[in-house]
Protein backbone atom coordinates (compact mmCIF):
# COMPACT_ATOMS: atom_id res chain seq x y z
CA UNK A 1 0.00 0.00 0.00
CA UNK A 2 0.95 3.79 -0.45
CA UNK A 3 2.70 5.19 2.66
CA UNK A 4 4.64 8.05 3.97
CA UNK A 5 6.98 7.37 6.69
CA UNK A 6 8.32 10.58 8.81
CA UNK A 7 11.07 8.19 10.73
CA UNK A 8 12.15 10.60 13.39
CA UNK A 9 9.33 10.11 16.14
CA UNK A 10 11.04 13.31 17.88
CA UNK A 11 13.88 15.71 17.12
CA UNK A 12 15.71 17.56 19.92
CA UNK A 13 17.98 20.99 18.71
CA UNK A 14 19.80 23.73 19.85
CA UNK A 15 18.59 26.96 19.05
CA UNK A 16 20.35 28.49 16.25
CA UNK A 17 21.22 25.48 14.44
CA UNK A 18 19.49 23.72 11.05
CA UNK A 19 16.83 20.82 11.58
CA UNK A 20 16.14 18.54 9.37
CA UNK A 21 13.32 16.45 9.19
CA UNK A 22 13.13 13.62 6.82
CA UNK A 23 10.03 12.06 4.85
CA UNK A 24 9.81 9.44 2.99
CA UNK A 25 7.46 7.75 0.66
CA UNK A 26 6.88 4.02 -0.71
CA UNK A 27 4.94 2.22 -3.35
CA UNK A 28 4.30 5.23 -5.47
CA UNK A 29 5.14 8.33 -7.23
CA UNK A 30 3.91 11.25 -5.94
CA UNK A 31 3.34 14.09 -8.17
CA UNK A 32 4.62 16.30 -5.28
CA UNK A 33 5.36 16.18 -1.23
CA UNK A 34 3.80 19.00 1.14
CA UNK A 35 4.85 19.99 4.86
CA UNK A 36 2.34 21.00 7.22
CA UNK A 37 2.80 22.26 10.50
CA UNK A 38 0.76 21.15 14.10
CA UNK A 39 0.91 23.09 17.10
CA UNK A 40 -0.33 21.29 20.19
CA UNK A 41 -4.46 21.30 20.24
CA UNK A 42 -4.49 23.19 16.61
CA UNK A 43 -4.84 21.93 13.40
CA UNK A 44 -1.87 21.37 10.94
CA UNK A 45 -1.38 24.63 8.25
CA UNK A 46 0.06 24.01 5.19
CA UNK A 47 4.29 25.70 4.74
CA UNK A 48 5.46 24.65 1.47
CA UNK A 49 4.55 22.10 -1.48
CA UNK A 50 7.40 21.11 -3.82
CA UNK A 51 7.28 19.39 -7.41
CA UNK A 52 8.65 16.38 -8.16
CA UNK A 53 10.59 18.44 -10.77
CA UNK A 54 11.65 20.34 -8.39
CA UNK A 55 14.32 19.94 -6.72
CA UNK A 56 14.20 22.59 -3.96
CA UNK A 57 12.08 25.13 -2.30
CA UNK A 58 12.50 27.82 -0.31
CA UNK A 59 10.18 30.03 1.51
CA UNK A 60 12.38 32.50 4.92
CA UNK A 61 13.79 30.40 6.72
CA UNK A 62 12.32 27.28 4.97
CA UNK A 63 14.03 24.71 2.87
CA UNK A 64 12.11 21.66 1.33
CA UNK A 65 14.00 18.96 -1.16
CA UNK A 66 12.71 16.57 -3.00
CA UNK A 67 14.84 13.53 -4.59
CA UNK A 68 12.77 10.67 -7.09
CA UNK A 69 15.49 8.58 -6.63
CA UNK A 70 15.96 8.15 -2.86
CA UNK A 71 11.91 8.58 -2.31
CA UNK A 72 12.54 11.19 -0.09
CA UNK A 73 11.82 14.96 0.51
CA UNK A 74 14.26 16.39 3.41
CA UNK A 75 12.88 19.75 4.95
CA UNK A 76 15.04 22.42 6.97
CA UNK A 77 14.55 24.89 9.11
CA UNK A 78 18.00 27.34 9.56
CA UNK A 79 19.06 29.14 12.40
CA UNK A 80 15.99 27.40 14.17
CA UNK A 81 13.88 29.11 17.54
CA UNK A 82 12.22 27.93 20.17
CA UNK A 83 9.04 29.19 17.97
CA UNK A 84 9.65 26.23 15.81
CA UNK A 85 8.74 24.10 17.88
CA UNK A 86 6.05 22.11 16.84
CA UNK A 87 5.26 19.16 14.66
CA UNK A 88 5.76 18.56 11.47
CA UNK A 89 3.46 16.63 9.09
CA UNK A 90 4.43 15.18 5.56
CA UNK A 91 1.90 14.87 3.46
CA UNK A 92 1.05 13.68 -0.44
CA UNK A 93 -1.86 13.00 -2.59
CA UNK A 94 -2.74 8.96 -3.14
CA UNK A 95 -2.69 7.22 -6.54
CA UNK A 96 -6.50 8.02 -5.74
CA UNK A 97 -7.10 11.67 -6.79
CA UNK A 98 -9.27 12.68 -4.30
CA UNK A 99 -7.19 11.16 -1.15
CA UNK A 100 -4.28 12.78 0.65
CA UNK A 101 -2.61 10.60 2.88
CA UNK A 102 -0.07 12.07 5.51
CA UNK A 103 3.24 10.53 7.70
CA UNK A 104 2.79 10.31 11.62
CA UNK A 105 4.69 13.59 12.02
CA UNK A 106 8.12 14.57 13.91
CA UNK A 107 7.88 16.51 16.88
CA UNK A 108 10.61 18.95 16.60
CA UNK A 109 11.90 20.66 19.86
CA UNK A 110 14.28 23.49 19.80
CA UNK A 111 15.78 24.35 23.27
CA UNK A 112 17.21 27.85 24.09
CA UNK B 1 -7.85 29.70 8.28
CA UNK B 2 -9.76 29.05 5.46
CA UNK B 3 -13.54 29.58 6.82
CA UNK B 4 -13.78 26.32 8.60
CA UNK B 5 -15.97 25.99 11.58
CA UNK B 6 -16.30 22.49 13.46
CA UNK B 7 -18.97 21.62 16.16
CA UNK B 8 -18.89 21.09 18.98
CA UNK B 9 -15.07 22.08 19.40
CA UNK B 10 -15.20 19.12 22.95
CA UNK B 11 -17.41 16.39 23.44
CA UNK B 12 -17.44 13.80 26.56
CA UNK B 13 -20.41 10.60 25.73
CA UNK B 14 -21.13 7.31 26.37
CA UNK B 15 -20.33 3.84 25.03
CA UNK B 16 -23.24 2.84 22.61
CA UNK B 17 -24.58 6.73 21.93
CA UNK B 18 -24.77 8.53 18.57
CA UNK B 19 -22.81 11.63 18.04
CA UNK B 20 -22.57 13.96 15.08
CA UNK B 21 -20.18 16.23 14.50
CA UNK B 22 -20.19 19.33 12.13
CA UNK B 23 -17.89 20.79 9.60
CA UNK B 24 -18.64 24.09 8.21
CA UNK B 25 -17.10 25.73 5.08
CA UNK B 26 -17.58 29.29 3.95
CA UNK B 27 -15.65 29.32 0.69
CA UNK B 28 -17.67 26.74 -1.72
CA UNK B 29 -15.04 24.37 -1.75
CA UNK B 30 -16.16 21.36 -3.67
CA UNK B 31 -13.73 18.96 -1.66
CA UNK B 32 -14.32 18.14 2.09
CA UNK B 33 -11.96 15.39 4.40
CA UNK B 34 -12.68 13.75 8.01
CA UNK B 35 -9.82 12.96 9.85
CA UNK B 36 -9.06 11.55 12.97
CA UNK B 37 -5.63 11.80 15.46
CA UNK B 38 -4.52 9.83 17.79
CA UNK B 39 -0.69 9.06 18.94
CA UNK B 40 0.85 7.27 16.88
CA UNK B 41 -1.02 7.00 14.06
CA UNK B 42 -1.01 10.34 12.45
CA UNK B 43 -4.13 12.01 10.49
CA UNK B 44 -6.20 8.90 9.13
CA UNK B 45 -8.79 9.88 6.60
CA UNK B 46 -12.72 8.59 7.72
CA UNK B 47 -14.67 9.94 5.15
CA UNK B 48 -14.01 12.35 2.20
CA UNK B 49 -16.72 14.44 -0.18
CA UNK B 50 -16.06 15.33 -3.61
CA UNK B 51 -19.55 17.50 -4.08
CA UNK B 52 -22.57 17.65 -2.87
CA UNK B 53 -24.15 13.80 -2.04
CA UNK B 54 -21.41 12.51 -3.30
CA UNK B 55 -18.88 10.58 -0.72
CA UNK B 56 -16.46 8.02 -0.32
CA UNK B 57 -14.59 6.30 2.42
CA UNK B 58 -11.48 6.41 3.71
CA UNK B 59 -8.82 3.80 5.13
CA UNK B 60 -10.98 4.08 8.98
CA UNK B 61 -14.47 4.19 8.14
CA UNK B 62 -16.03 1.59 10.03
CA UNK B 63 -18.21 2.69 12.47
CA UNK B 64 -18.44 6.18 11.13
CA UNK B 65 -20.95 7.50 8.44
CA UNK B 66 -21.19 11.22 6.61
CA UNK B 67 -23.93 13.20 5.07
CA UNK B 68 -23.09 16.53 2.58
CA UNK B 69 -26.68 17.75 1.70
CA UNK B 70 -25.19 21.13 1.44
CA UNK B 71 -21.60 22.58 -0.53
CA UNK B 72 -20.83 24.35 2.86
CA UNK B 73 -21.63 21.47 5.42
CA UNK B 74 -19.87 17.47 5.95
CA UNK B 75 -21.32 15.99 8.78
CA UNK B 76 -19.60 13.13 10.29
CA UNK B 77 -21.86 10.58 12.50
CA UNK B 78 -20.91 7.77 14.97
CA UNK B 79 -24.30 5.65 15.16
CA UNK B 80 -22.99 3.91 18.37
CA UNK B 81 -20.30 5.21 19.92
CA UNK B 82 -17.14 2.82 21.44
CA UNK B 83 -14.33 3.91 23.52
CA UNK B 84 -12.14 3.18 20.41
CA UNK B 85 -13.38 6.25 18.76
CA UNK B 86 -12.29 8.61 21.45
CA UNK B 87 -9.82 10.68 19.35
CA UNK B 88 -9.89 14.31 18.16
CA UNK B 89 -11.26 14.74 14.67
CA UNK B 90 -10.44 16.85 12.15
CA UNK B 91 -12.38 18.55 9.27
CA UNK B 92 -10.20 19.98 6.16
CA UNK B 93 -11.06 21.30 2.76
CA UNK B 94 -8.99 20.77 -0.14
CA UNK B 95 -8.14 23.91 -2.41
CA UNK B 96 -8.88 23.38 -6.16
CA UNK B 97 -8.64 26.29 -7.88
CA UNK B 98 -5.69 28.31 -8.03
CA UNK B 99 -1.81 28.11 -7.95
CA UNK B 100 -1.95 25.81 -4.78
CA UNK B 101 -4.02 23.61 -5.56
CA UNK B 102 -4.45 20.54 -3.50
CA UNK B 103 -3.27 22.20 -0.17
CA UNK B 104 -5.74 21.61 2.85
CA UNK B 105 -7.14 23.64 5.55
CA UNK B 106 -8.14 22.18 8.67
CA UNK B 107 -10.43 23.22 10.86
CA UNK B 108 -10.24 23.62 14.74
CA UNK B 109 -10.29 20.38 15.81
CA UNK B 110 -13.37 18.13 17.99
CA UNK B 111 -12.02 16.47 21.12
CA UNK B 112 -14.14 13.69 21.86
CA UNK B 113 -14.26 11.11 24.99
CA UNK B 114 -16.08 8.46 24.84
CA UNK B 115 -16.45 6.78 28.40
Known amino acids: SQKIEQNSEALNIQEGKTATLTCNYTNYSPAYLQWYRQDPGRGPVFLLL?????KEKRKERLKVTFDTTLKQSLFHITASQPADSATYLC???????????FGSGTRLSIRP | DAGITQSPRHKVTETGTPVTLRCHQTENHRYMYWYRQDPGHGLRLIHY???????DKGEVSDGYSVSRSKTEDFLLTLESATSSQTSVYFC??????????????FGPGTRLTVL
Open chain 2, 49 to 55: SYGVKDT
Open chain 2, 92 to 105: AIREDRGPVTDTQY
Open chain 1, 50 to 54: IRENE
Open chain 1, 91 to 101: ASRASSASKII
